[in-house]
């Protein structure tokens, strides 16, 4: 007989596994428990087996139907004291078992409250996880639609601003002023084409970064393209981390804008790049053997800098460069963090 409710508990767990829709139906379910049950009983003749098997039922009973399953477990229950009365009765000896044999039928309930308790606690903690994870998606998509928002206003808006005046002056000029109408004309060209560009770098910058993959895999592929395009070798020392969103992004576009500093100003030969951490904070920096510049106080005039240290100010950090004619430059952005994962990552890009 224990045999037969083994078998019996195999295939329901079969079923719900290759079937798991078969749960929305739990009457159909708990009559074939049911069923069984009294299979057990009536070829066992209310043996160990019996109470095994409709301990069973309750159990999954109250999986199935929460509270509501106190009313089979009762049921199971009930029937398992005349089984235990009919035991005590034919069976010589059996007094001495007289308290163990009436306790047993009580366990139907327990395993239902049990079960029930157990499966309405799962469903809660999986409803909460449900819910996290949605606020966190929708804490990400705002972040990513305030960051997008940050970018076009920073350079698209403005450029388009510029050729919206422009343009709004240019048909009064075309019937007074000639030669203005031409100058204006050229910066409406200018200023649309400027916005393109602008628009084409910002969504480059979103692309960055893959938040699929490993920081320094985004480090990387940045420190790569540059080399191939530009042939100046990078080193690259690069603790992998688990970063937020919001820093990755803002390290990818410092990353980027520093290498681009240099291809465009330092006639260097060699570039180092470092990204390294402590608990509460990382660090990226970046180096070169170029030709360097005076740094001149609160980056002034500098606005490619200004850029990359209002970038790491939003990600609650600062921007220190370190520079001298001749002596090479170092863009170091230091910004809060939480915890990370270490692990340890270093090449070179010929």
């Given at each position: ?106 366990i139907n309930v327990l395993t239902a409250v049990g079960a ?78 400027a916005a393109v560009r602008q628009a084409k770098e910002v ?69 180092t790049v470092e990204l390294a951490h402590t608990r509460a ?70």
């Amino acid at each position: 007989m224990l045999l037969l409710v083994l078998l019996t508990a195999v295939v329901a767990l079969v079923t719900l596994s290759r079937n798991p829709h078969v749960v929305t139906h739990p009457l159909p379910i708990l009559a074939a428990d049911a069923t069984i049950v009294m299979v057990v009983l009536g070829v066992g003749d209310g043996d160990v087996a019996f109470f095994c098997s409709a301990a069973g039922a309750s159990a999954l009973a109250g999986v199935l139907v929460g509270f509501w399953a106190l009313l089979p477990a009762a049921c199971y229950a009930g029937l398992g004291y005349l089984v235990a009365a009919h035991l005590l009765a034919s069976t010589p000896g059996a007094p001495s078992l007289a308290g163990f044999v009436l306790a047993f039928p009580i366990i139907n309930v327990l395993t239902a409250v049990g079960a029930a308790v157990a499966t309405a606690a799962l469903a809660a903690h999986v409803d909460l996880s449900v819910k996290l994870v949605a606020s966190a998606q929708r804490t990400a998509a705002a972040a990513e639609r305030a960051r997008l928002a940050r970018e076009l206003h920073d350079s698209v808006t403005k450029t388009l601003r510029g050729v919206s005046f422009a343009a709004l002056a240019l048909p009064t000029s075309l019937r007074r002023q000639p030669a203005l109408a031409e100058q204006l004309a050229a910066t409406v060209s200018a200023g649309a084409t400027a916005a393109v560009r602008q628009a084409k770098e910002v969504l480059e910058g979103l692309r960055l970064d893959n938040p699929d993959h490993e920081f320094a895999t985004t480090v990387d592929r940045i420190c790569r393209r540059w080399t191939e395009r530009e042939g100046i070798p990078v080193h690259m020392t690069v603790a992998t981390a688990d970063l937020p969103l919001d820093l990755r992004y803002e390290l990818a576009q410092i990353l980027h804008e520093s290498l681009e500093n240099i291809a465009r100003h330092a006639r260097a030969s060699s570039v180092t790049v470092e990204l390294a951490h402590t608990r509460a904070s990382v660090r990226l920096r970046v180096t070169d053997n170029g030709a360097g510049f005076r740094v001149p106080a609160e980056l002034s005039g500098c606005f490619g800098l200004i850029g990359m240290a209002e970038r790491a100010a939003a990600v609650r950090g600062t921007l220190r460069v370190i520079s001298a004619p001749g002596a090479g430059t170092t863009v170091e952005t230091v910004a809060a963090n939480s915890p990370l994962k270490a692990a340890a990552y270093a090449g070179t890009l010929p």
